[in-house]
């Protein structure tokens, strides 16, 4: 059992930066892939980023890419969501997501989707007032 535990939500005004924490538990010394995603209220949720076990392997959706910046601890199952010039549209809750170490590695046209990911953090709030 993965146990995955979010942090570094909070208000930030629009183009402020805001860094996300996730980590991670497993009973072993197995290496994560990870991504992030968020549900705006009334809306599907969404893919953000994502990292392979690695670190070598980043993905990012359109709306964040340049904005945003995902990174790991090398040596632990921690990741972190650097958001800078933060948008009123990225208001939302934001989920921390641990693929099964036994699935499929991450690709392009894999990370999006939301049955990948085994494993989901209860979810901090991002907002960025108009």
């Known amino acids: 059992q993965v146990h995955v535990v979010e942090s570094g939500g909070g208000l930030m005004q629009a183009g402020g930066s805001l860094r996300l924490s996730c980590a991670a538990s497993?009973?072993?010394?197995?290496?994560?892939?990870m991504g992030w995603f968020r549900q705006a209220p009334g809306k599907e949720r969404e893919f953000v980023a994502a990292?392979?076990?690695?670190?070598?392997?980043?993905f990012y959706a359109d709306s964040v890419k340049g904005r945003f910046t995902i990174s790991r601890e090398n040596a632990e199952n921690t990741e972190y969501l650097q958001m800078d010039s933060l948008k009123p549209e990225d208001t939302a809750v934001y989920y921390c997501?641990?693929?099964?170490?036994?699935?499929?590695?991450?690709?392009?046209?894999?990370?999006?989707?939301?049955?990948?990911?085994?494993?989901w953090g209860q979810g901090t709030q991002v907002t960025v007032p108009s």
């Open positions: 497993v009973p072993s010394t197995t290496r994560l892939s």
């Open positions: 990292i392979s076990w690695s670190g070598s392997d980043k």
């Open positions: 997501a641990v693929p099964s170490p036994y699935g499929p590695a991450l690709t392009p046209n894999n990370v999006g989707s939301l049955n990948l990911y085994d494993y």
